[in-house]
């Protein structure tokens, strides 16, 4: 009989990579798409009539519009700004000659125009990469499920077993007649990796979490009440292997799922060989 607090002790703080950190083949690839608009608004850096030569190159060069949103960090193509004369919507996608002027006013009233007429900045490519540096940071939370289905596969890998990943309920039902469609409710839901081995299947959940939230205490609870429905189909076992310091904020639920569920795993586990033990 596994003890909780034993187990829990020798979860992993962290799972990194070389490439967890920042996408740089993302990057690039953003800047690509707009490196010439950029190139020619680079003429605004250091200008005297900063608010004039806009409208000349908007004039001239109008897609040169689409690049504006990322300067300050935004994806959105169409901006919706409130001021005292009530929202002015603003569509960066689809150049408007009539909204010329609010088109300045915006680069004015966020500060743009100062950035680049005080020469704050030498080249607006060195300046985007920063941005979308910054902005790939958002992916990494993203990039950490990705890591741990990567480590969980290793592992798969090493033991040699024949497995599918990304296998969802209509797939199972339909090649293994095993049918979750009551369980597993959601009719897009993948199970990460599904495992083959002497005429039995293995469906296994892999998930890795770096931060807390209430979304870790629904986690704990769906996977013990779809542990609980599965353990009666025969020949088909269910195993959740689960890891990160962000577990510490859901401690309890955890715990709870973890006394009422029998495989429940983490990363010290699979480097104990926990796969061999339970799929044989």
Not at 36 to 65: A, H, M, Q, R, V
Request: aromatic share 12%; glycine share 4%; with cysteine.
């Amino acid at each position: 009989m596994r003890e909780f607090d034993k187990w829990f002790n020798t979860f992993t703080k962290r799972i990194y990579t070389y490439d967890f950190f920042t996408d740089f083949d993302k990057v690039y690839s953003n800047i690509d798409e707009i490196k010439i608009e950029l190139n020619i608004l680079n003429s605004l850096i250091g200008s005297k009539n900063i608010e004039d030569d806009f409208k000349n190159i908007l004039y001239k060069y109008p897609e040169t519009l689409k690049c504006i949103p990322i300067l300050l960090a935004i994806r959105q193509t169409e901006l919706i700004i409130n001021d005292n004369k009530g929202e002015n919507k603003l569509n960066f996608q689809a150049y408007d000659k009539n909204n010329i002027d609010n088109y300045s006013k915006f680069m004015k009233k966020t500060g743009l125009f100062k950035l680049l007429s005080k020469a704050k900045i030498n080249s607006l490519l060195d300046y985007i990469t920063g941005v979308e540096v910054g902005l790939d940071s958002n992916a990494r939370k993203n990039r950490t499920g990705k890591v741990m289905e990567n480590l969980v596969e290793s592992y798969i890998k090493k033991a040699n077993y024949k497995y599918y990943t990304q296998v969802n309920t209509t797939y199972i039902n339909k090649n293994f007649n095993i049918d979750l469609s009551q369980i597993i409710t959601n009719a897009e839901k993948r199970l990460d990796f599904i495992i083959l081995n002497n005429n039995k299947i293995y469906a296994l959940e892999v998930n890795f979490y770096n931060s807390g939230g209430s979304k870790l205490n629904e986690t704990a609870r769906s996977y013990k009440e779809i542990a609980s429905e599965i353990k009666n189909i025969k020949n088909f076992t269910f195993i959740w292997i689960t890891d990160g310091a962000g577990w510490k904020s859901a401690k309890n639920n955890l715990k709870e799922t973890f006394n009422s569920m029998q495989h429940i795993y983490n990363i010290n586990d699979l480097k104990n060989n926990i796969l061999q033990k339970i799929i044989k």
